[in-house]
């Protein structure tokens, strides 16, 4: 069995527990958390299971570490803490643990990543013989693996499309959703996510890995934004009131340019409630989904919608993403040490899975 850590317990982490709990071929050795509450919590109750897995949350980081596992999920937050985030994961490589997040977007496109993030982790690979996978859902498999899979059906294809459309109120992150996003902001704030260039770090590696198994070249990377207030107050189940006038939608899209054209595209359509911007793409049930479309011949169009806890998208979409990471694990276990990407790592079958209820 495969030792393995969950380091935080947040929106990300509870799937983790689930994920590695679930997993054949891995062994739960210890879950870390931040919140001095948690601290001495049953993980199977952090992770939502309702059912003890004998394993106490602890926020010691040394012992953890100390004790060799072979792999931690890290599942901490790096959206408003990216330093932090990637001496927490150089410190784990370096104890000799392949680690998978979906925290550091940059690493996505580990070949483009810049020196100051590449360097670091290419020293801890080099000192301790771990390994680092990033990766999730948008960024992540919804504009990597399965637009490039769905691609391969095509006779011929003139654009690749892949779209996020999702009801933001299904999003337990506050912070996120209304700073970072601008959702409930005056329509003159500036959202971090939304300022210029932001986009382009955050999916561009996307734009780039699909180009690079395309055997396309990029002229450029192009980004285009909208965004629309709420025509009527509205309240959400999760974040609390959102007001008239203030930010109630966004629309952008990360275009990788090929011979002068867009021809892979990332798009996100982001709403705090259905009513905002009706005329724009809408997923299927109004709640949220991950598209692609192959604009070719054929014309091929995939919708994926995910649901966990409750039936809840945002959380199905988390879920998806730790099944990514987590399914790794042990691929990345028998591989040498290094950083990969997606085009490295093969996204495979549920294997000793099927039928298989949570322990």
């Known amino acids: 069995m495969i030792s393995t850590v969950v380091w935080g317990t947040g929106n990300v982490g509870r799937a983790a527990v689930r994920a590695v709990d679930a997993h054949p071929a891995l062994e739960l050795a210890a879950v870390l958390v931040h919140d001095p509450g948690k601290v001495g919590r049953d993980a199977g109750h952090l992770g939502g299971l309702g059912h003890e897995l004998g394993v106490a949350a602890t926020d010691d980081i040394d012992a953890v570490l100390a004790a060799g596992p072979d792999a931690v999920v890290y599942a901490a937050s790096g959206d408003l803490r990216p330093d932090e985030a990637l001496a927490d994961i150089v410190r784990a490589i370096r104890a000799g643990a392949v680690v998978v997040t979906p925290a550091m977007y940059a690493l996505y496109d580990q070949r483009a990543a810049p020196p100051e993030l590449r360097e670091p982790v290419l020293a801890a690979v080099a000192h301790g013989g771990g390994s680092l996978f990033v990766s999730g859902v948008d960024p992540g498999w919804g504009n990597d693996v399965l637009p490039l899979l769905i691609s391969g059906l095509a006779t011929t294809v003139d654009v690749i499309r892949c779209q996020e459309i999702f009801d933001y109120s299904t999003y337990d992150q506050p912070d996120s959703v209304r700073d970072l996003v601008g959702m409930g902001r005056p329509m003159d704030y500036e959202p971090l996510m939304l300022a210029?260039?932001?986009?382009?770090?955050?999916?561009?590696?996307?734009i780039r890995l699909m180009a690079r198994a395309l055997g396309a070249e990029l002229d450029e990377i192009r980004e285009t934004m909208a965004r629309r207030p709420l025509d009527a107050t509205v309240t959400t189940r999760t974040m609390g009131e959102f007001e008239a006038g203030t930010q109630g939608a966004v629309r952008f899209e990360v275009q990788g340019i090929v011979a002068g054209e867009p021809r892979i595209v990332i798009e996100h359509v982001t709403r705090i409630h259905p009513s905002c911007a009706p005329d724009w793409?809408?997923?299927?049930?109004?709640?949220?989904?991950?598209?692609?479309?192959?604009?070719?011949?054929?014309?091929?169009?995939?919708?994926?919608?995910?649901?966990?806890e409750g039936e809840n998208r945002s959380a199905g979409g988390n879920a998806t993403a730790v099944g990514r990471l987590v399914g790794a694990i042990d691929w990345l276990v028998d591989a040498k040490p290094g950083l990969y990407d997606a085009l490295d790592v093969p996204l495979r079958p549920a294997v000793g899975k099927l039928g298989r209820s949570q322990r």
């Open 281 to 308: 793409p809408a997923p299927p049930d109004g709640a949220g989904a991950h598209r692609v479309i192959i604009e070719g011949r054929p014309r091929i169009e995939v919708t994926v919608e995910a649901t966990d």
């Open 196 to 206: 210029p260039t932001v986009p382009t770090m955050v999916w561009g590696g996307q």
